[in-house]
């Protein structure tokens, strides 16, 4: 299954191995369960008891807390392999790399000292992130009200992969009484265990995607130690999202296993029904899509081999909308070229359909991402517009750039200029800085350039009128816009 398509790509020889070991375990013990499960819309537990007995939960967690320690590309390969044989596992598997990634990138090192050594011995993680309709929201509606040590949490989140199933949720909550100019930076994200006390969670039934257990978590008076709080002061939630929108991590990932297994069953039902000539023009194009797609993605697995970038980013944006649209296509060509056979319950080609349009929601659904794409292109633009006078640390200019990619560049000229290049460069300055360091960038973002009291503001063009606080207009009257101001509603990544 999908071997050979894979081996064309240079891989190290420890990729290698671990792309081996998927496909080994895709075929011997995920495949054999997934009609079942995508029939009985029942949790694709022994698949998922497979990945842990063989080590491929770990793949992601570092060799020091007992994980495989593989490369951004070697979970790729192992997540398009298992998504190829069973599109509900495939879903499972990447959410617990990408919370395993999240954490690895924000941190603290005690939270990946507490629980990656447990992913690497088969416990599942999941994301509790997205509420309904958060495109209108001041706040999430799940919160978390501080306790001495602890949190206590309360809400609900409506749709989560691996629902009641994961033994580790990271939940993105609204702390109570942490006021914020800009809404991102009064959230965190939290390690919530499935087996605390007053965690629920319900199921529904899905037109695909049915054996991961698609279902809603709530939260009631849930106790939560501080300390699973992701992400290393002094901006937790700047590098939580930076982490999870820096990746080849995505939903994404799971259409192009399915593609890549569709395209598979094309070519060998055209080459044994004797339909080589009159099924060549549709057949070749779905090749080059799904292999366009794998070298774009695997690329963005690359460059996470790197610090956190604009490319990254934008590759991201660009690769979950690719695979959002091709992952369906390519399967319903496939269908097209497998005749009416194909349209059978029988045939692992309709479920791989119904799996990569699954795959088109989670993370952001499809018009959201064409939103995050055309926002990167627009804060390219602005950003080259800006450039530095000043060594920026390369966390802090990917935040400066990611600000402008979400509407800054949409504010009025005189928050504008509040949030411009020169207002930061003022800001480090007047801190006696002559280089831009993620503290005094986050320290800017957060305070959104409003003075401490009785002070004046950043001088130059950033800084409000002496002795004027507030944040700049449209800033704390906007909806959520991730770390950016103001502006036209978009949630970051
Ligand atoms: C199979 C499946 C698995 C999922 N798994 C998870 C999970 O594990 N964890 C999790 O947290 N969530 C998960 N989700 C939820 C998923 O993230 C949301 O469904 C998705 O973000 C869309 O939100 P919504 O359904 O509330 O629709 P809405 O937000 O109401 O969106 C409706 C439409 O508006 C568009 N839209 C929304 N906001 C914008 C914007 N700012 N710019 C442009 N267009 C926009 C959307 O693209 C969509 O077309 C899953 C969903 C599905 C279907």
Redesign the pocket.
């Known amino acids: 299954m999908l071997s050979h398509m894979l081996e064309w790509y240079d891989l190290r020889d420890e990729e290698r191995e671990i792309r081996d070991l998927a496909l080994e375990v895709a075929r011997e013990e995920v495949a054999p369960n997934a009609d079942a499960h995508d029939v009985d819309g029942t949790f694709v537990r022994e698949s998922i008891e497979a990945l842990g007995k063989s080590g491929l939960l770990g793949v992601f967690v570092p060799k020091e807390y007992g994980g495989l320690g593989g490369s951004p590309l070697a979970a790729t390969l192992a997540i398009e392999a298992i998504s190829a044989a069973c599109g509900s596992t495939g879903m499972s598997f990447m959410?617990h790399c990408n919370l395993i990634h999240v954490v690895d990138g924000a941190g603290p090192d005690s939270l990946k000292e507490k629980y990656f050594p447990q992913f690497a011995a088969g416990k599942l993680g999941?994301?509790?992130?997205?509420e309904?309709?958060?495109?209108f929201r001041e706040k999430f509606d799940t919160t978390a009200a501080d306790d001495g040590d602890d949190y206590i949490i309360n809400g609900k989140?409506p749709?989560?992969?691996s629902a009641g199933e994961a033994d580790v949720y990271i939940v993105q909550v609204q702390l109570e009484g942490v006021p914020s100019p800009i809404p991102v930076m009064g959230q965190r994200y939290i390690l919530i265990e499935g087996g605390y006390d007053g965690v629920g969670a319900w199921t529904y039934d899905?037109m695909g995607?049915r054996g991961a257990s698609?279902g809603g978590v709530t939260f009631e008076n849930v106790r939560v130690p501080k300390e699973n709080a992701v992400g290393a002061e002094p901006d937790p939630m700047v590098r939580s999202v930076a982490s999870k929108g820096n990746s080849v991590f995505s939903p994404h990932l799971i259409a192009m296993g399915c593609a890549g297994m569709a395209l598979e069953a094309a070519v060998h039902h055209a080459r044994t029904h004797d339909q080589q000539e009159w099924m060549s023009h549709t057949l070749a194009p779905l090749s080059d899509q799904v292999n366009a797609l794998r070298a774009y993605t695997y690329y963005a697995a690359r460059l996470m081999e790197g610090p956190v970038s604009q490319r990254l980013n934008h590759t991201h944006n660009e690769i979950q909308r690719l695979g959002g649209e091709l992952g369906p296509q390519v399967c319903d060509r496939a269908m097209e070229i497998m005749g009416g056979a194909s349209f059978m319950r029988s045939s692992p080609v309709q479920r791989a359909f119904r799996d990569a349009r699954?795959s088109c929601?989670?993370?952001?659904?499809?018009?959201?991402r064409r939103?995050n794409s055309a926002d990167g292109l627009y804060g390219r633009e602005a950003y080259a517009e800006q450039p530095p006078t000043m060594p920026w640390d390369p966390h802090a200019d990917y935040n400066f750039w990611l600000l402008w990619a979400r509407g800054a560049a949409h504010l009025p000229e005189e928050a504008k200029q509040r949030m411009s290049r020169a207002a930061f460069e003022d800001f480090a300055r007047s801190r006696g800085s002559d280089t831009m360091t993620v503290e005094i960038c986050a320290e800017y973002m957060t305070s959104a350039g409003r003075p401490p009291a009785g002070v004046g503001g950043p001088p130059g063009a950033g800084g409000p009128p002496p002795g004027v606080g507030g944040p700049p207009p449209g800033v704390g009257e906007s909806p959520p816009v991730g770390v950016g101001a103001g502006g036209p509603?978009?949630?970051t990544e």
């Open positions: 959410f999941a994301f509790a992130i997205n309904q309709r958060r495109l989140k749709f989560v992969t899905p995607l698609n699954g929601y989670p993370a952001f659904a499809m018009e959201h939103a509603p978009r949630e």
